[in-house]
């Protein structure tokens, strides 16, 4: 079946400028998350949605980063008036969500964003 | 200040032979341990997990072993392949509280020579 997927693969965008990043979970997966890689780190998380809503939002960095999932399958991560520092590979992944311990979450190939 | 700790950035090893990854955390509460694999342009890919009421956890090539009291934790796999070339990350979660929330290590580079 079909895994993670996110569009677009590479984004070049200028300093200022506004950007949505799109991620399609795997079907059936009522988890969806979005971690943010720099060079030479390892993912850092960044949200958390259980089914439509932000369960847990506390690794956005400030408030010029915004996600929404309106239907509990497809998110967008929108950042406004980008900075060079925004500069890494966003990552998104999914899981069943169906248990209380941790589930496997799967992972996109990731949106590398380059703000020049 | 980083919770889950990789202190070596790359390893090399020999077709065959044994592969040694390491990890350190320091935060008590983590009790959920994953590795994870991933390739140049993928996003990562689970490999093995280990939850703390267990020392060791095997998958066919791939072993995890845990040391609780030293907050440390191993993969070894045996024998490596060339296949195995790959960055390997470390993650821990904590089941009580938020137990999605994964935190990784910087990574290790491993290469594997035919």
């Known amino acids: 079946g079909a895994g993670v997927s996110q569009t677009p693969s590479n984004k070049v965008t200028e300093k200022g400028k506004y950007v949505e990043l799109r991620c399609d979970p795997i079907?059936?997966?009522?988890?969806l998350y979005w971690y943010r890689q720099s060079l030479g780190q390892g993912p850092e998380f960044l949200i958390y949605?259980?089914?439509?809503?932000?369960?847990?939002d506390s690794g956005l960095p400030n408030d010029r980063f915004f996600a929404v999932r309106p239907e509990g399958s497809v998110s967008t991560l929108k950042i406004q008036r980008t900075e060079r520092g925004d500069s890494a590979v966003y990552l998104c992944?999914?899981?069943?969500?169906?248990?209380?311990?941790?589930?496997?979450?799967?992972f996109g190939p990731g949106t590398r964003l380059t703000v020049l | 200040d980083q919770q889950v700790k990789q202190n070596s950035p790359s390893l090399s090893v020999q077709e065959g032979r044994i592969s040694i990854l390491n990890c350190d955390y320091t935060n008590s509460m983590f009790d959920y341990f994953l590795w994870y694999k991933k390739y140049p342009a993928e996003g990562p890919t689970f490999l093995i997990s280990?939850?703390?009421?267990?020392d060791k956890n095997e998958d066919g090539r791939f072993t995890v072993f845990l040391n609780k009291s030293a907050k440390h934790l191993s993969l070894h796999i045996v024998p490596s392949q060339p296949g195995d070339s790959a960055v390997y990350f470390c993650?821990?979660?904590?089941?009580?509280?938020?137990?999605?929330?994964?935190?990784f290590g910087k990574g290790t580079l491993l290469t594997v020579n035919p």
């Open positions: 079907s059936g997966h009522t988890a």
């Open positions: 949605f259980q089914g439509t809503g932000a369960a847990d």
């Open positions: 993650a821990a979660s904590a089941t009580l509280g938020s137990n999605y929330k994964l935190t």
């Open positions: 280990i939850s703390s009421i267990k």
């Open positions: 992944a999914s899981s069943l969500m169906i248990r209380v311990v941790p589930d496997t979450q799967y």
